[in-house]
């Protein structure tokens, strides 16, 4: 059996190393078996129960992002912070040096690698679960796999210059967002279908084995609150699509708009867990033990 097949997750270095095992748990909805090694065990009466969540903790090395910019920057607190998702039960860390909150200013590959890259290099020797780079540069992308990145997660759907011809370079795992190179029209009813559809047809621009993929719907990217709330309400056509479907809303605005008077963690571990009962997969956290609290309390 190749490496890494039985004790996923971990920290691989080549990018074929991760192909094993993204196929082998995430390879459809339907027999999604969750990760061997987590004790996120699910709720026995759950009607999910054999499809254990997979938390993906978030780690900003960005000065503007809109809930942590600027307290990663300094690669030691970068470093202290992922052993810190780790030890609290992440399982994939998802690291990003340029901001994409609403608003963001663009900033070149060379700015983003200047933050990344050390990053990286300090966790190659720590960190024993696997990296997401988040990154729609073609040029940030290539370099991070090369330190150690072992998943692609592009807000862009890989629609930048390079970046489709990057992801058909390897067999790693590809996360694919809706929601900046494409966003809805305001009166949109059927959000959930729409995004459906678009990454659908995108997939199959792409060309892409299916097992190398998992979709996003991209809350709060291209989308009003409504249309968030909505898709939240029925993910049954981006789980129909047959992908893992991931799902990042933590301390949104969504959750400001219906938890206004909350604590942000613990609302967004909230909205991630009704996220999982409808059938969510992976869940990308600024924080792990509110969720997992939730999920542990859960009758």
């Known amino acids: 059996m190749e490496k890494g097949s039985q004790d996923f997750p971990r920290y ?11 196929k082998k748990v995430f390879h459809t909805v339907e027999n999604f078996p969750g990760p061997p090694t987590s004790d996120l065990q699910p709720p026995t009466s759950d009607r999910r ?11 900003n090395l960005t000065p503007d ?7 990663f920057l300094d690669p030691g607190a970068a470093e202290e912070q992922a ?38 290099d300090r966790l190659a020797d720590k960190l024993k679960i696997p990296v997401s780079v988040d990154t729609s540069k073609a040029a940030v992308a290539r370099a991070a796999f090369d330190h150690g990145a072992a998943i692609l997660n592009d807000v862009a759907a890989l629609s930048r210059p390079g970046m489709a011809e990057f992801a058909r370079s390897g067999d790693f795992p590809v996360i694919l ?10 009166d949109d009813a059927h959000p959930a279908e729409t995004v459906a ?8 621009e792409l060309g892409l084995a299916r097992d190398r993929l998992a979709v996003d719907p991209g809350i709060g990217f291209g989308t009003t609150r409504p249309q968030d709330a909505a898709i939240l309400d029925n993910l049954a056509p981006l789980v129909a699509l047959g992908y893992p479907v991931l799902i990042g809303l933590s301390r949104k605005r969504i959750v400001r708009h219906l938890h206004p008077d909350a604590d942000l963690d613990e609302a967004s571990a909230q909205m991630a ?27």
């Open 65 to 71: 992002s809109f809930s942590d910019g600027g307290r």
């Open 12 to 22: 691989v270095k080549r990018l074929g190393d991760f192909s094993t095992p993204w």
């Open 273 to 299: 867990f009704r996220a999982w009962q409808n059938g969510a997969l992976l869940l990308r956290l600024h924080e792990m033990r509110p969720f997992r609290h939730r999920f542990a309390s859960h009758p």
């Open 177 to 186: 967002m809706h929601g900046v190179a494409h966003a809805l029209p305001e």
């Open 83 to 120: 052993l810190k998702l780790e030890a609290d039960g992440a399982q994939i860390l998802d690291v990003g040096a340029e901001s994409t909150r609403p608003g963001h200013e663009l900033v070149s590959a060379e700015e983003e690698l200047r933050r990344l890259l050390p990053v990286l």
């Open 197 to 204: 559809a678009w990454l659908a047809a995108r997939i199959a």
């Open 49 to 59: 129960a054999s499809r254990a969540p997979v938390l993906m903790g978030i780690l």
